[in-house]
C-alpha cells in the first residue's frame, strides 16, 4: 500500500504555522522588555542628570539607537557619511537643525527632541 502524499506537507504546513506563531510571541515579550527598559532609562537619566545637563552615556545611546544604522556606530560612516570630524564643520545650533530638517538625502529625524537632540547635537559637536 502507498502512503497519502499529502500528509508530510500537512504536518511540514502545521510545524510552520506553529513556528511563527511562537516567534509572534517571543517577539511581543521582548517588545515589553524594551519598552519597561526605556521608562526606567529615562527616570534613571532625570535621577542621575541635574537639570540642564546630560552625560555623553546619554548622548552616544541616542546616537546608537537613532544615528548608527546610517552613520555607523563607531562615527566611521556607513550609508550615511563618517561624522569622527563632524564638529569641525558645524556648530551644535547646526548639527541640530540638520538632526530635526535633515538635510541632503539624510532625512528629518523629528523625533529626536528635546533633551535628546540637544545632547546629542552637543556631542557631536565635541567629534572633532
Keep these: 500500500m502507498r502512503r497519502n502524499p499529502v ?3 500537512a504536518i511540514i504546513a502545521i510545524l510552520g504555522v506553529l513556528t511563527v ?3 509572534s510571541f517571543v517577539g511581543l515579550n521582548q517588545r515589553a522588555d524594551i519598552q519597561v527598559a526605556e521608562e526606567g532609562g529615562s527616570e534613571q537619566t532625570e ?4 537639570e540642564g545637563e546630560t ?4 548622548a552616544e545611546a541616542v ?5 548608527a544604522a ?10 550615511g557619511p563618517a561624522l569622527t570630524t563632524v564638529g569641525s564643520s558645524y556648530s551644535a545650533d547646526e548639527i541640530a537643525e540638520i538632526i530635526q530638517n535633515g538635510i541632503g ?3 528629518a529625524q523629528a523625533h529626536v527632541a528635546g533633551e535628546e537632540l540637544s545632547a546629542l547635537s552637543e556631542w557631536l559637536s565635541e567629534q572633532q
Design 105 to 107: 538625502s539624510m532625512p
Design 21 to 23: 506563531v511562537i516567534i
Design 63 to 67: 546616537y546608537q539607537a537613532n544615528c
Design 47 to 50: 535621577e542621575g542628570s541635574q
Design 70 to 79: 546610517c552613520h555607523g556606530g563607531d562615527l566611521s560612516g556607513g550609508m
Design 7 to 9: 500528509v508530510p506537507y
Design 55 to 58: 552625560t555623553g552615556a546619554d
